[in-house]
């Protein structure tokens, strides 16, 4: 089954999208998300309403052809984040030591992990929120990758090696993934 050459992307009434080279920007109601995108012999462009992702060449390969996918659903993401946004819900979990969270600048900081006296920390990216709700800890924003990549942050901080994993299960974990309401 051959993949398609060609894939088209609508633009919703509430978003504006600008393509400037290699360059795609993609603003609506929660911000802006500008992003560097580009392929050998792909190009990107913008006619009306819609977003073109094309082959343009005659001999197209095959990483070209995936490569068409993956562009396109680069800037789905972007506009769905513009308009959405993202959520991660995470799950704190411990049956030895009870975790303490706090986020404190730029940083979650995971206090009394295993019963450790060093925190332990983890990188919030820039344009990321990282609310604290009990035991659940909740990751927003815009971009869907540094959302995701926050959230993996989190769950790599609180890994544990040295004890066994069947018994020691205490980490924060992702529960959930999904988008949030859009704004009107």
């Known amino acids: 089954m051959a993949k398609e ?3 088209t992307i609508a633009i919703p009434d509430n978003v504006d999208v600008s393509i400037d080279g290699r360059s795609v920007t993609v603003s609506g109601p929660n911000g802006e998300i500008t992003r560097e995108l580009w392929y050998p012999h792909l190009t990107i462009q913008q006619i009306e309403q819609n977003i073109y992702v094309d082959v343009d060449t005659t001999m197209v390969r095959k990483k070209q052809k995936a490569m068409v996918g993956t562009l396109a659903s680069h800037i789905q993401n972007m506009i769905d984040g513009v308009v959405s946004g993202y959520r991660y819900r995470m799950k704190m979990v411990y049956s030895h030591f009870p975790i303490q969270l706090r986020v404190k600048d730029d940083k979650l900081v995971i206090g009394n992990f295993l019963g450790e006296k060093r925190e332990r920390t983890a990188r ?3 344009g990321v929120d990282v609310a604290l709700h009990g035991d659940e800890v909740v990751v ?3 971009n869907k990758e540094l959302v995701g990549q926050t959230a993996a942050n989190i769950e790599q901080a609180t890994r544990i090696k040295s004890r066994d994993p069947r018994v020691f299960q205490d980490g924060i974990y992702v529960v959930g993934k999904e988008m949030m309401e859009p704004v009107k």
């Open 140 to 142: 927003t924003g815009i």
């Open 124 to 126: 919030i990216l820039s």
């Open 5 to 7: 050459l060609k894939k």
